[in-house]
Structure formats: C-alpha cells, structure tokens
C-alpha cells in the first residue's frame, strides 16, 4: 500500500470548532478509510496518488507502520513506558473527561518548548495544557522535525478540550481535542526570536491542497515558504492522522490542528 491516506470524513469530524466528538474505545479500529474524494467537484479536497518523489511512500509495513498508527493503539500502560524510554518529562493529571492518560508536559521536547498563549502562571492549571500521552509522542517526533528549522518553541491555542458533561459516558474516551488527542499549533518561533505565525505567514488559499506538489504559499515570503515546508515535513512523517491548515477552511486559518486519530489507517492532509 502506498501513497496518498487522504479522505474528507475524518477531515469533516476533525477540528470543526466544538469540543468533542462522540465517545469510543481507543482499541476499536475503524472499519475503512473515510469515503475518498478524487479531485472532488467540491474542490474541498484534491485526492490523488502523488508524485512519488515528492512524497516518502508510507513504510513497506502499510499505515500500520506509521508512527500515528502505532501511538494511536498504545494502551495507557505501554504509553507511559514510552515516554520513560524518551525521558519526555511531564506529570501525570489526575483525570481528565475523555483521555486516556492526561498529562502536562514539564519540560521542551529535544529543546523545544510547547505551550498555550495563557500566562505562564495559569498553564500549570489550563486545561488546555493538557494532552493525552500519545499526543506527547507525537510532538517528541514534530519536535525532532521543527528544531531542524531552528525553532524552539510552538505556541498552541489548545491542546485538550474538555468534552461537554451532558450525554457524557463516564470513562469513555473522546476524540480530537476532546481526547486530548490533538494540538493546534499557530506560531512557531526559532532561535533567534523570530516567527512563523500560520495566520501571517501561510498565505494559502481555501480548498487548495497543501503539500505534494500542491502550488505553494502565495506570496512566497521567506517566512512562508519555511512555513509551509515545516508543515510538509510533519505531514510526510505521519506521525498525525489529521493535518488541517488554513487551506482547509476558515476557522483553521491561523493554526494547523495535528491529530492522532486512534485507529484508523487512514491520513489526511488538507
Ligand atoms: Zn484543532
């Protein structure tokens, strides 16, 4: 199997402005990919098998042998070992509605640091500071990519959202941010104090594709195109089953929402 994981459902469910989709079980596979869309007449997604040398082929082992896959059926138990093995530092939360195993992260990741735009006096209290510890792992790989590009600090507006009390299931385990599951990242800042602010500096347009060949940013500001080629160099690794930027729609415009879905086979990248 190669190429493209792209679909529009999951895409759809992904980071639409509320907290939480339904609850489910972090072992459950879902039965197939979302409903692929070719070159959609909608223009909302272009799916198609990409250039080969412009995209690393998924590993011999299939969608299974991707990092998001692997984190997104990670128990709770071989999670936390992971994270020992990486000396990722955190402290676990008590409890959080809807995730697995909540933590905070209490140091950078391979030097870079990620936290929300709260003071720094409220983030050890935010929930939104919050993330599932395959989210962490997650980063710890974005990390390795983003201090390549010298930057060494990413500004979330949110990682957890806790989902609504209302229909809850006690102990059932959200999705997206209400799992804790995904981050959105608008600025990225490098070494020398300078940014990458997705609002800024994407200069995309809605319903054109991201990465693969797809035109790039436009104006093609230093800024942007180092943007964008952060940004591709995250999606080509697949350590995210959702990436959504403000090519995807309005609400996304100034940040990229990054998703381990709990699996799923299936990539998006919009
Ligand atoms: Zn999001």
């Given at each position: 199997m190669r190429g493209a994981w792209l679909g529009i459902a999951a895409a759809l469910a992904a980071c639409h402005g509320r907290s939480a989709r339904g609850p489910s079980s972090p072992a459950a596979?879902?039965?197939?990919?979302?409903?692929?869309?070719?070159?959609?007449?909608?223009?909302?997604?272009?799916?198609?098998?990409?250039?080969?040398?412009?995209?690393?082929?998924?590993?011999?082992?299939?969608?299974?042998?991707?990092?998001?896959?692997?984190?997104?059926?990670?128990?709770?138990?071989?999670?936390?070992?992971?994270?020992?093995?990486?000396?990722?530092?955190?402290?676990?939360?008590?409890?959080?509605?809807?995730?697995?195993?909540?933590?905070?992260?209490?140091?950078?990741?391979?030097?870079?640091?990620?936290?929300?735009?709260?003071?720094?006096?409220?983030?050890?209290?935010?929930?939104?500071e919050i993330m599932d510890c395959r989210l962490a792992l997650a980063l710890d790989d974005l990390a390795a990519i983003v201090q390549k590009h010298n930057i060494v600090e990413v500004v979330h507006m949110s990682a957890y959202r806790p989902p609504p009390t209302r229909g809850w299931t006690e102990g059932a385990i959200g999705k997206a941010h209400g799992g804790a599951l995904a981050l959105d990242a608008g600025t990225f800042v490098r070494k020398d104090g300078s940014t990458l602010v997705?609002?800024?500096?994407?200069?995309?347009?809605?319903?054109?594709?991201?990465c693969n060949g797809a035109p790039g940013p436009n104006p093609p500001t230093p800024e942007a195109v180092e943007l964008r080629a952060v940004l591709c160099e995250?999606?080509?690794?697949?350590?995210?089953?959702?990436?959504?930027?403000?090519?995807?729609?309005?609400?996304?415009?100034?940040?990229?929402?990054?998703?381990?879905?709990?699996?799923?086979?299936?990539?998006?990248?919009?």
């Open positions: 596979i879902a039965p197939g990919p979302p409903r692929p869309e070719v070159n959609g007449a909608s223009g909302s997604v272009a799916v198609a098998q990409p250039p080969h040398d412009s995209r690393p082929e998924i590993a011999a082992g299939g969608p299974e042998g991707t990092p998001a896959f692997r984190y997104g059926m990670l128990d709770a138990a071989s999670c936390e070992a992971e994270l020992g093995r990486r000396a990722i530092s955190h402290v676990r939360v008590p409890s959080a509605r809807g995730v697995l195993m909540p933590l905070r992260l209490t140091g950078a990741l391979r030097g870079v640091a990620f936290h929300g735009v709260t003071s720094k006096a409220s983030r050890a209290t935010s929930p939104y997705v609002e800024r500096d994407f200069h995309g347009r809605i319903g054109a594709s991201t995250i999606a080509e690794a697949h350590i995210f089953n959702v990436t959504l930027t403000p090519n995807y729609n309005a609400p996304h415009r100034n940040h990229f929402h990054l998703e381990v879905t709990a699996g799923v086979r299936w990539f998006v990248v919009h």
